[in-house]
């Protein structure tokens, strides 16, 4: 089973700031199948980010992820009062899919 | 669009089973697996495993074999888990996901509360 380790645990910013959060394989994920997701409190999972770097339908362009193997990053520009939320990294290229144990950006 | 609506729902006293829904619209059903995901009050998401609804096939995570069961009706384009045994530590909200190979977990449910309590 690979595990994710995403780091930091919290991330206190101010609107406008960039945010970088980092997600580590205990393993290589197999062809970046590496997904993120942003949680907001009482809803669903929403995903952001698939094969590691490409914005799922609708997402903004400041979102954006990179990375490849078992070290993959998750950028957000110009954070927006409603980008605050729980993020998490999982990946979805060998069985069991994982996800990493969830990343709080709050305001600062 | 896409929709995955959900069940209501559920109490449960320990031992007992619980069966979620989950029905799909807005696209064609066996195009996509359905996942199970877990979520326990204030902690971070469980994987439980997932089913094509192209031809039922299943992969569960280990921890959760034996006691749980993922089916599909393509007559209805719903999935269904069924969750034997349960435990207080079952207590979650469950949610499903559409699940792609190439694109992850593209579309999720509402969520199913279940509360296990004596």
């Known amino acids: 089973e690979i595990v994710l380790t995403q780091s930091p645990g919290t991330l206190s910013l101010s609107p406008g700031d960039r945010a970088t959060l980092s997600c580590r394989a205990s393993q290589s994920v197999s062809s970046s199948y590496l997904a993120w997701y942003q949680q907001k409190p009482g809803q669903a999972p929403r995903l952001l980010i698939y094969g590691a770097s490409r914005r799922a339908t609708g997402i903004p362009d400041r979102f954006s992820g990179s990375g490849s193997g078992t070290d993959f990053t998750l950028t957000i520009n110009r954070l927006e009062p409603e980008d605050f939320a729980v993020y998490y990294c999982q990946q979805y290229g060998s069985s069991p899919y994982t996800f990493g144990q969830g990343a709080k950006v709050d305001i600062k | 669009q896409v929709q995955l609506v959900q069940s209501g729902a559920e109490v449960k006293k320990p031992g007992a089973s619980v069966k979620v829904s989950c029905k799909a619209s807005?696209?064609?059903?066996?195009?996509?697996?359905i996942g199970w995901v877990r979520q326990a009050p204030g902690q971070g998401l469980e994987w439980m495993g997932w089913i094509s609804a192209y031809n039922g096939n299943t992969n569960y995570v280990q921890k959760f074999h034996g006691r749980v069961t993922m089916t599909t009706d393509t007559s209805t384009s719903t999935a269904y888990m069924e969750v034997r045994s349960l435990r207080s530590d079952d207590t979650a909200m469950y949610y499903c996901t559409t699940v792609a190979y190439t694109t992850g977990c593209d579309y999720w449910g509402q969520g199913t509360l279940v509360t296990v309590s004596s």
């Open positions: 807005g696209y064609t059903f066996t195009s996509y697996g």
